[in-house]
């Protein structure tokens, strides 16, 4: 269990995993005694034991400190050292991911001794470690260059890059302990996810930590992630869009993400892909990550809307006018009659365990943002597609409140088959109809009262796990087909599950609006955070299915939203059936 301190730091009387996460350095830390390594776009590089580090731990972003010693993560160059610690034992990563394919003669690593250093080489990365009086420096990298540029730092100079990183996560120091925590680390996880090549050039934002082999970054979970680096790091965020350009294809489609590994990772990556029994399908082309997503191309234009309004950086947009046509003119194919483009039956979207199709709320609402965006820069950049896209725009909300909303359940439908089927359950994801304005204002509305009377744990004493958040889903979704894996399960993924980007949604649309009752989606999540020991915003949780992965980038958008707002805004109670009634 952890505690969150007046300071916004962590606190626990045992050890908790630490995630790590640095521009190359990516680790997992028990001050206990374990040390997990890999670099970004290398992969995997080996395990350390070292003796324990006394507890009790105050834990805060890529750093823990204990009572006789502490753990300290470097900035400029991929290094850490372990404070108070003397020795290790190394135990070399076998293979460089769990898909890579390597002989274990092959994958037997090099080992080098001077004085008091030692470098452990593998053929796809390498690790240095040096023992400084009582403290237990480490570099890693793709080559030796890059790993004893890192080791070239003091022990002084990390520890200072590390304090510093933690003053500028802290941009909340008014607020109480949970939430100032709450913030703390959700603006680490945005900086973290900003990730570097070898040679020190921007390589796009990782996902979270289990989403590095191969390295990638996303369409979907980039534009959430970015939402607070429109203000802390917009030069990211115009590398990241430029960086996505180059996956959309002529025709408009683009992946669900793009791989950016190093040589060796990329090179294994290959092998393992090419294998005619395997992923090939899916990945259509080399940097490909789950080809053809039909949310993807959407969030591009969405992305590059936010990234013009933020900045004024108008030449941004110009730079990927062609881009911008090639996915609005791929949507028009795929409308029907109706102006509202048709999802095909496959799981690619952000749901990507359930085979949604036909008039999905959650692509539709992305869909009449991209429109919104395009007509606004269209305006000096091309007139005549901007009032093509300005037309759709309102013939696409007249038909989904026509089609998608239901008045009977006072919420739009998941999704709609062009067969007759419809999905009704309430979803937090249908809430990009309210974010882009695809409802008229009274639906909005009426849709958030739904969510708070049936999303909102606290409120639905159907389900059967007490106070634990906000569902992304209620009830399970009604046809055992559509779904599969880890979705098949009742309150497990998208069917159920707590997302805190999608409560960072719900709570900003709620503060939008000057409904309150904001501070619990913002919170609940990290509430159970603390209670279960997970030092960082995590994927998405449920009690009886446990997390996703650690330290998640898109997780930063409650941080956002309460940065946005401010904390006194997020005190306000809910008013939202006085307002709808």
């Not at 404070?83 to 076998?94: D, E, N």
């Amino acid at each position: 269990m952890l505690v969150a301190a007046a300071d916004g730091t962590l606190v626990s009387p045992q050890s908790t995993v630490l995630p790590i996460m640095a521009p190359r350095l990516q680790a997992d830390v028990w001050p206990s005694g374990r040390l997990d390594l890999s670099v970004w776009g290398v992969g995997r590089l080996a395990r350390l034991r070292f003796a324990a580090i006394a507890g009790p731990y105050r834990y805060s972003p890529n750093r823990v400190e204990g009572r006789n010693g502490g753990v300290y993560v470097a900035r400029s160059a991929p290094a850490m050292v372990l404070v108070g610690v003397s020795g290790a034992r190394i135990f070399p990563a076998r293979r460089c991911a769990k898909w890579h394919e390597i002989s274990a003669s092959d994958a037997r690593p090099e080992w080098h001794n001077a004085g008091a250093r030692r470098e452990m080489r593998l053929p796809w990365g390498l690790l240095h470690i040096e023992q400084r009086g009582a403290d237990l420096v480490i570099g890693v990298g793709a080559s030796r260059d890059e790993a004893v540029r890192a080791l070239a730092l003091s022990v002084a100079e990390i520890i200072a890059e590390a304090e510093a990183h933690v003053r500028r996560c802290d941009l909340m120091p008014e607020a109480d302990p949970l939430l100032r925590s709450m913030v703390m680390q959700g603006v680490h996880a945005a900086l973290s996810s900003i990730r570097q090549d070898e040679a020190g050039d921007f390589a796009g934002l990782a996902a979270g930590q289990a989403y590095s082999s191969p390295a990638r970054t996303y369409y979907r979970d980039g534009y959430w992630t970015l939402q607070p680096l429109l203000t802390l790091e917009p030069e990211a965020v115009r590398n990241q869009i430029r960086l996505l350009a180059r996956g959309v294809q002529p025709d408009g489609e683009a992946p669900s993400g793009i791989i950016l590994s190093g040589p060796a990772q990329s090179a294994a990556w290959r092998v393992f892909r090419d294998h005619p029994e395997r992923y090939k399908e899916h990945h259509l082309r080399p940097e490909d990550w789950w080809s053809d997503h039909f949310d993807s191309p959407l969030f591009f234009v969405l992305a590059l809307g936010d990234y013009v309004a933020a900045t004024g950086d108008s030449a941004e947009a110009q730079r990927h006018w062609p881009v911008v046509t090639a996915i609005i003119e791929r949507y028009f194919r795929l409308c029907g009659a109706d102006g509202l483009p048709m999802k095909p039956r496959n799981d690619r979207d952000w749901a990507d365990n359930v085979y949604r199709e036909g008039l999905v709320a959650y692509d539709l609402g992305l869909w009449i943002g991209a429109l919104d965006v395009v007509t606004r820069l269209g305006a000096a950049l091309d007139p005549e597609l901007a009032a093509r896209c300005s037309a759709a725009a309102a013939r696409g909300r007249t038909a989904i409140e026509a089609r998608v909303w239901l008045a009977d359940r006072q919420n739009a439908a998941d999704y709609r088959t062009e067969d007759g089927f419809t999905e009704d359950h309430a979803t937090l994801d249908s809430l990009t109809l309210a974010r882009y304005s695809a409802l008229p204002e009274p639906l909005a509305l009426a849709l958030l009262r739904k969510i708070e009377s049936s999303l909102e744990t606290r409120h639905n004493a159907e389900q059967p796990y007490g106070d634990w958040g906000v569902m992304c889903a209620y009830p399970p979704f009604k046809r055992t087909r559509d779904i599969r894996a880890k979705t098949a399960f009742a309150f497990r993924y998208h069917n159920g599950s707590d997302w805190p980007y999608l409560d960072g949604m719900y709570a900003e649309e709620r503060l939008r609006r000057g409904l309150g009752g904001a501070r619990y989606a913002l919170t609940r999540w990290w509430e159970i955070c603390l209670a279960k020991g997970w030092a960082g915003p995590v994927e998405y949780f449920t009690p009886p299915f446990g997390r996703g992965s650690l330290l998640q980038g898109w997780s930063a958008m409650p941080a956002a939203v309460a940065l946005q707002y401010g904390a006194a805004a997020l005190e306000l109670p809910a008013e939202s059936r006085r307002d709808v009634a």
